[in-house]
């Protein structure tokens, strides 16, 4: 895999060995990012979440496009190793990374000194919809998504009619849904008037 665009452009990372990390593929990653920037300006400084990180790609992807921190969680040691010699090779201090040993579906609480502008959430396809958006809902709710943060979840086999059940009793608004082949992505943001109502 390499880094589509940014300053880090056309630079190499590698994936976890094994079959237990699915990467984001270079196509599905930059219509993740163009979809991104048309929403959000750019990614200038941003402070990034990738949740389910596995190899990092797509926090590294926005740290290349202007992003100022990312956040990578992961509960793989191996993942988490791949993250750290992906940031030394792409030259990503501690002051731009932060690698953490988390599993944010059991413990999402050790976030709460961090927010959040961007979030990816690409989980592994066994773990249900509605598990994940309970997690984005949570992060909302406890303000490490920014109000005004665009969270991103990648995943297969569910309808945009489906999805959009999922969030019928949230404050979370689809506000767009793109298929690339069999991936499926929700783009979700924090809608305050359905916070109220």
Known sequence: ??????SKRGQSIDAPAGMNTRPT???VRESLMSSIMSRKGSFDGCCVLDAFAGSGALAFESLSRGAVHATLCDISRDALSCIKRNATRLGYSVYAVSVLHLDLLRDCARLRTRSFDVAFF????????RVVVSLI??????GILKPDALAVYEFSNVSQEDFS??????PLRLDAYKSFGSTRCAFLV???????N
Do not use: S, V
Request: hydrophobic share 35%; proline share 6%; aromatic share 8%.
């Open 1 to 6: 895999m390499r880094i589509i665009a940014g």
């Open 25 to 27: 593929t270079d196509r």
């Open 122 to 129: 690409d989980p592994p396809y066994r773990i249900e919809a």
């Open 137 to 142: 809902n949570a992060l909302f709710i406890e």
């Open 165 to 170: 059940e999922l969030l019928d009793h949230t």
């Open 190 to 196: 924090y809608d305050t008037q359905r916070e109220r």
